[in-house]
């Protein structure tokens, strides 16, 4: 499976955008980039998913790089509740039937009041 | 709408000791069901996945077990507990055959091991 690559940690204050990196050097043409974020003592919840173009839903902006070796999630206002670890993962469409989440480390994001 | 409940919340059990960890999903009909073990400080590991009833599948050699009774329900199972299996274990489902549906996570269980 190809990997991902972020940093361990990042912190923000409360009310400014936050812009969270993913590295993806060796994606596929087919793989979608997904992210989630685990809040404290919670199951990982789904943010926005996305394949070339950028993509925003009311939880956050997604945007890749033209050559799609890498893409960030944006969190135009934190607030207290962001606060998390984000994960970065890439899924294959077609494997119906085994899409398992390949979760790494994430980045635990801090924001500060 | 659809919900996936897991219980108990927290779980505390001597090691030899058998396990099971239920979970639940409504609102929807032949989920792909998961189990995923979260260690201490670290990222969820897939245990198992389920596409159908009585269909299991294994990511892991481990001490652990799965079934599927029914379409909408998930066990994991074990004999003997080992201290290992200690971790936050949550169960999640996804629509059965749509592509890039998110998986959605229950609020896990936490197991202790004494």
């Known amino acids: 499976d190809a990997k991902t690559t972020q940093p361990n940690s990042m912190e923000s204050n409360e009310e400014e955008p936050v812009h969270l990196p993913c590295n993806h050097s060796?994606?596929?043409?087919?793989?979608?980039i997904h992210w989630y974020r685990q809040l404290p003592s919670q199951g990982p919840e789904y943010v926005i998913h996305?394949?070339?173009s950028n993509v925003n839903n009311r939880m956050a902006s997604l945007a890749i790089a033209e050559d799609r070796k890498s893409s960030t999630l944006i969190l135009h206002r934190a607030t207290l509740r962001d606060a998390a670890v984000y994960y970065c993962?890439?899924?294959?469409?077609?494997?119906?039937?085994?899409?398992?989440?390949?979760f790494g480390t994430g980045t635990r994001l801090t924001i500060i009041p | 709408s659809q919900t996936i409940h897991q219980w108990p919340a927290t779980l505390v059990q001597p090691v030899g000791s058998p396990l099971s960890l239920e979970c639940t999903v409504e609102?929807?009909?032949?989920?792909?069901l998961y189990w995923y073990r979260q260690a201490a400080g670290r990222g969820l590991q897939l245990l198992f996945y389920?596409?159908?009833?009585?269909?299991i599948s294994s990511e892991v050699p481990q001490n652990l077990s799965a079934s599927r009774p029914q379409d909408r329900q998930f066990i994991l199972s074990s004999k003997k507990l080992l201290l290992s299996d200690s971790g936050f274990y949550l169960c999640a489902w996804s629509a059965d055959r749509v592509a890039n549906q998110p998986q959605h996570f229950g609020d896990g269980t936490r197991l202790s091991i004494l």
């Open positions: 993962i890439l899924r294959d469409p077609s494997n119906f039937g085994n899409e398992k989440l390949t």
């Open positions: 996305g394949l070339t």
């Open positions: 609102g929807t009909s032949n989920p792909n």
């Open positions: 060796t994606i596929s043409g087919t793989d979608y």
């Open positions: 389920s596409v159908g009833i009585g269909q």
